[in-house]
């Protein structure tokens, strides 16, 4: 038999392009959000609004509240806010496109695609055409080709079923040089398996040979359970020991982890995700009945694994060696999750002994022994502070300063401004400053004090993380909004936005502004009242003022948008948990229509415009005499000024 017969041709699945906010915006409206999160929150009917236990954080007294007429949820208690679709992306822990069809589903309609993304996606579809076929190849040569008994015999050695081999669909990959191009050659082309990563052109010819040879296959999938790439783990001597896919337009190893499809599909209500260091621990530790394990693929634990981890669940243990290599890996994944701890999400560390890995340990003391291991571990501000005390000495006045520096650019990053004061508080004990010092110290922009770079630490050699910017032919699902880039900074680099994560908030003092964008949202054609906001240019520098402009400019454009859209149009913006708690409270003057607010609030705001053009030109009226047309402006303003007592 040719072995190209051994494995079958996979079925041609939809092609997916990008999804029109048009349709997003449709299906918001006809979907019945009430109904969406009382069929997984126990609701209580208040007032015109429901309420209930918060799904998203522990609460004895409701907090979270749906409001039906504006059709969006808010948690006065953690914050957690949105539509349909961000509840179900938090909730059921879903990636958006997944959301977005989930939805469809129940309103009985199909996800439209965008023609240019459905031909993008068309150039992506041989690929995974090719990578399945590989995968199909590899598992047939496992079980059924002579050599294949090779590969059986390893994993029988590590304590694997052929359950469980079954489930991470592993393979093996034959010795010779052209296996893999023979089996898949009349389905795709050697250009799709190049593109694929399966096949290396030998360099100065027109000549290929398979990228695997040798190795246990470990397929690696994506969110859908798509396979994107392998890994391979070789039997014998050779190197290098673990050999893994390149990137490629379908795979990019920097966002994927090993094994996370496979544990969200084995655990229905995910809470914690251990995080290992090979392919092997992570199937291992399924067989051993702990099926919650990941591996990062062949780097350390990036910024964007970092999202992707805390979007599945709220709580992460990196499980590392304890030699210098685990060490420099830990502190690395420990940069990484710092600018990902909002309130309520939780990192820890445990290290293993020399020589020992997570499914021998778990052999040696037990399953039970071992979960309660994972429950000690030190936590990462335990692990952060025992870390840098380790570079300095803490009883002595320099070495609590240099511990206060090293520190403090790393308190920084955390969003999370609860677990920032703890960390504070901790730090302040350990330094003898107050609280209060260290935190405007940390608002300060810190000193280069070449912590992280060369010979800075024991941990040196890993920097900070700067994410690559996904571009929009690697999401071709996205509406063009999501990939909206904030500017960037010395401090934190600009990021695309990723919808799971909530921005850090922008923070607006009651006053005009917050009551003219409270009454906004509330009744969003008052912005057509306003023919010209060349005053608020005046207020630019008060918090808050860019936003309503910009708020005021876009109900111009579209007066008659729902609450969802517009929240789906501002997710991940800094600016849109704010948008969000405003919408979710009642005007300040229940009785009163918010055009009666929005009218006072202009009032106030073109008032403090005059009062802060008046401040300018008597300020420049001390640096050099007026102008003729400059005097007659500053007489009127203070006229007005003096009017108003």
């Not at 420990?334 to 445990?350: K, S, T, V």
């Not at 009883?395 to 703890?422: H, T």
């Not at 936003?547 to 929240?567: C, G, K, R, T, V």
């Amino acid at each position: 038999m040719h072995l190209s017969q051994s494995i079958v041709h996979p079925s041609r699945i939809a092609v997916a392009g990008r999804i029109p906010q048009s349709f997003i915006d449709d299906l918001l409206a006809r979907t019945d959000l009430v109904e969406l999160i009382r069929s997984r929150v126990r609701l209580k009917k208040a007032g015109k609004n429901y309420s209930g236990l918060c799904p998203f954080h522990d609460e004895k007294s409701p907090s979270f509240s749906v409001i039906q007429d504006k059709q969006f949820y808010y948690c006065f208690g953690c914050g957690a806010s949105g539509n349909a679709v961000s509840f179900l992306m938090d909730y059921e822990r879903l990636e958006f496109v997944d959301a977005i069809e989930d939805l469809a589903h129940q309103s009985g309609l199909e996800v439209p695609r965008e023609e240019g993304s459905q031909q993008h996606d068309q150039g992506h579809q041989p690929l995974y055409n090719a990578l399945e076929l590989s995968k199909r190849f590899y598992q047939a040569q496992l079980s059924r080709h002579d050599e294949g008994k090779r590969g059986i015999e390893y994993l029988k050695q590590r304590g694997l079923s052929g359950e469980i081999a079954r489930d991470f669909a592993l393979g093996y990959s034959l010795e010779g040089w052209d296996n893999l191009i023979k089996a898949i050659k009349p389905h795709s082309s050697i250009q799709q398996m190049e593109q694929a990563g399966l096949v290396i052109n030998k360099e100065g010819t027109d000549r290929f040979y398979d990228r695997f040879r040798g190795r246990i296959m470990f397929p690696i999938r994506n969110h859908r359970g798509r396979v994107i790439a392998f890994g391979g783990r070789i039997l014998g001597d050779g190197k290098p020991k673990y050999l893994n896919s390149p990137e490629t337009p379908v795979f990019q190893k920097g966002n994927e982890l090993y094994g996370l499809y496979e544990a969200k599909k084995a655990n229905r209500s995910l809470e914690e995700l251990l995080i290992v260091e090979g392919y092997m621990d992570v199937v291992a530790l399924f067989q051993l009945g702990i099926p919650r394990a990941v591996a990062t693929l062949g780097t350390a634990c990036t910024r964007d694994h970092a999202k992707k981890l805390f979007r599945a669940v709220n709580r992460l243990v990196f499980c590392f060696d304890g030699d210098d290599a685990g060490r420099n890996a830990a502190w690395r994944a420990l940069e990484n999750i710092l600018p990902e701890l909002h309130d309520g999400r939780q990192a820890h560390f445990m290290f293993l002994d020399q020589g020992e890995d997570p499914d021998t340990l778990v052999r040696k003391i037990g399953k039970e022994a071992f979960e309660q291991e994972i429950k000690q571990s030190r936590s990462l501000v335990d692990y952060l502070f025992e870390a840098l005390s380790q570079q300095t000495d803490i009883n002595s006045m320099d070495g609590r300063a240099r511990l206060s520096e090293l520190a403090k650019p790393l308190i920084a990053k955390v969003p999370g401004q609860v677990l920032k004061q703890l960390m504070l508080e901790k730090l302040s004990q350990m330094v003898g400053i107050t609280t209060e010092k260290l935190e405007r110290a940390i608002q300060q922009k810190p000193a280069d004090l070449g912590y992280g770079k060369r010979g800075g630490s024991q941990y040196d050699q890993y920097g900070s993380s700067k994410s690559a910017i996904p571009t929009r032919s690697q999401n071709a699902d996205y509406p063009d909004h999501y990939f909206e880039v904030p500017p960037a900074t010395d401090d934190y680099p600009g990021q695309a936005f990723d919808p799971s994560v909530p921005a850090a908030s922008v923070k607006i003092p009651r006053g005009a502004i917050r009551s003219a964008l409270q009454s906004l949202l509330q009744k969003p054609e008052l912005a057509l009242q306003l023919t010209d906001t060349k005053f608020l240019e005046l207020l630019l520098q008060h918090p808050g003022c860019q936003l309503l402009d910009e708020l005021i400019q876009q109900f111009h454009n579209q007066p008659a948008i729902s609450l969802p859209s517009l929240i789906e149009q501002w997710r991940g913006r800094s600016e849109a948990p704010l948008l969000m708690q405003l919408s979710a409270r009642s005007p300040l003057l229940p009785e009163n229509d918010p055009s009666v607010e929005f009218r006072d609030a202009i009032q106030q705001l073109h008032q403090q415009a005059l009062d802060a053009q008046t401040e300018q030109l008597l300020q420049l009226s001390r640096s050099r005499p007026l102008q003729d047309n400059e005097r007659i402006l500053l007489k009127q303003l203070l006229e007005n000024r003096a009017s108003r007592g």
